[in-house]
C-alpha cells in the first residue's frame, strides 16, 4: 500500500488543530490518503502545506513541497515571505463559503445605511410609527473588485433591489451588473457609485488606490464599506473626507495594522464603523474540500496552474 501522502498544517490564528480532522475526512473521500500533522519546526518531509501566515522556516525545512494552500483568499502575506520558494505553487480558497457571509455583511450595512435602521435601536431608539421610509431610486451600489467574492456581493445587492456596477481589471458578465474595466474607467465608475464596497485584494497596482484624488471622484454623501484590505485605503485621506462631510460613512473590516491599534481615529470616529476582520470567516468543512479536490488533482498529475485558485504571482493575486 502506497505511503499516505504528508501535509503540514500551519495556520497560526485560525486553530490548526480544529483543522486536521476536516481535512483528513476531505481528502479521504477525495480517495487521497493522507496524513496531517501540525507543523512545529521540525522536518515532516511534507509534500504540501496548508497554511494561514505561516513561520517564514517552513519553505527553508520542508524542501519537497510541491504546492502551498492558503487557508484564505488573500494572499498578500504570503507573497511577502522571505524565503517563500519563487516556483513553489500556491493555491487560494475561491469562495468556499466565504463569499456567501461577505455578502451578507455587506448587505446588512448597505440595509442600515439606506434604510437609516439604527434609528430604531439603542438607549435613543427612535419609537414614531410614522418614520421616514425610503421610497426613490435605490443608490447606486458600486463594488471594486468583481473576483469570487466581489461578483457574489454585486449579485446579492442587485437581488435586494440596488442598482449595481462593477469595477475590474478585465471585464465582466454578472446578470443584471454594470461591468466597468480597467483604470481608465476608475473615475466613470466611482462617479457613479453612491455606496463603495471595496473588495480588491492587496496588490503593487490596488495599493494605496482610495487615496484623495479617488475618493473624491464620489459624489457627495458616498458611503464606502471596505472588506478587501485595508492597504488599499490612504486612512489620513479617508478620514480627511469623512470630517469634510464629502463622505457621509465608513464601514471597515480589514485594516493597515490589524488588530487596528487601540489609538486609531477609527475607532472612535462617529461615522465610522470598525468590525475586527470577520466578515468573510473561512469556513472549516467547504474550505477542507476545496483543499482535497486539489490535492486529489495533484495527485492525478494535474498542473498546480490549471486548477481553481492558482495564484498568478506576475498579478499578485
Ligand atoms: P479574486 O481574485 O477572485 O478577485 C479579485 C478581483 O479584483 C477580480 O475581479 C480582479 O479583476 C480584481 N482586481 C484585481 N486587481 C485589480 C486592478 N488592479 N484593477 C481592477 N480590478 C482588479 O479574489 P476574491 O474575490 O476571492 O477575494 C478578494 C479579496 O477579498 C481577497 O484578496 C482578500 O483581500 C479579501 N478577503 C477579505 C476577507 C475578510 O474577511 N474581510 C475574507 C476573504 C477575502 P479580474 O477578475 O479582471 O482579474
Ligand atoms: C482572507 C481573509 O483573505 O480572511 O481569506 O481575509
Redesign the pocket.
Known sequence: MDRPVRIAVALSSMKSEQWTEPLRAACAQAGVAAQFELWDGRRIDARYAVVWLPPPELFAVETGLRAVFNA?????RLLAMPGLPPNLPILRL??AG?APK?AEYVCFYIARITRGLDRFGGPDALRDWNADRPRGTPPAVGV???????AQIARAAQLFGYRVRG????P?AVDGVESF???ARLTEFLAGTQILVD?????G??RNLLDRTRLSQLPRGAHLIN???GETIVDEDLLALLDQGHLASAVL??FRAEPLPAEHRYWHHPRVTVTP?????TPREPAAQQIAAAIAALERGAAASSLAGYVDRS?G?
Open positions: 484564505g483568499a488573500g494572499v498578500e475561491v469562495d466565504m461577505m471594486l473588485g468583481l473576483g469570487a467574492i466581489g469595477w475590474s481589471r478585465t465582466k474595466a480597467g483604470a473588495a480588491l485584494p492587496l496588490t497596482e490596488t472588506v478587501g484590505r473590516d480589514v476582520h470577520l466578515s468573510g470567516p498579478r493575486y
